[in-house]
């Protein structure tokens, strides 16, 4: 059976184990549902740091986002992030703005990053524009616009490889990223024995 093997990059926060994907990319880009068809292909687990957020919190996010304002907000973002990379051996999906933290992208600099890149209109149906990230406060296509001008130079600058999303399967996103990242996927068993 095989196993992903991914080089290990030389820093890591607290030294302990290093992801062997980590998602980028705007609300919109699927990076959680792109993560989970990559952890299963992978036989790893799958981290979402919306989520840790959300648990620790005990509260959606767009809650804690308005609830706490911007700048605690990135920070939690910061905390919940560093942890993950600092002791997440798996896939690990870091959508949104968190990338912009100095300090989370010096701990992304040289690892196994993948931008997942999408297309406004695609976005727009993903999210419905009432999603519970941040981005989907105010008003939503010029929000989003906005943030990925701004986002994304940082995104091309942290990945290894780009995938396009727009309109494709997860799954499909997902054997492209394990390609783009050099990584080993274990075999495909849904085409086994279904007698096709």
Do not use: K
Not at 39 to 57: F, K, S
């Amino acid at each position: 059976m095989s196993t992903a093997v991914v080089p290990q990059p030389p820093h890591r926060p607290g030294g302990g184990p290093a992801p062997v994907a980590v998602l980028i990319g705007p609300p919109g880009a699927g990076c959680e549902a792109v993560g989970a068809a990559l952890a299963t292909r992978l036989g790893v687990p799958l981290r979402n740091v919306d989520r840790d957020i959300e648990a620790r919190l005990g509260r959606p996010l767009a809650e804690v986002f308005v609830d706490l304002g911007e700048t605690a907000f990135r920070d939690l973002e910061r905390e919940c992030a560093l942890a993950a990379l600092a002791d997440h051996a798996g896939v690990l999906a870091l959508e949104g703005g968190a990338v912009l933290d100095g300090v989370v992208a010096g701990a992304l600099t040289g690892g196994p990053v993948a931008f997942l890149e999408v297309g406004i209109a695609h976005a727009a149906r993903a999210l419905g524009f009432n999603d519970q990230r941040p981005a989907a406060l105010g008003t939503p296509r010029s929000t989003w616009m906005h943030l990925m001008q701004g986002r994304r130079p940082r995104y091309l600058e942290l990945a290894r490889t780009v995938v396009t999303v727009d309109d494709r399967d997860a799954a499909v996103v997902a054997d492209e990223v394990a390609a783009g990242l050099g990584l080993t996927l274990l075999p495909d068993r849904t085409s086994e024995g279904d007698g096709s």
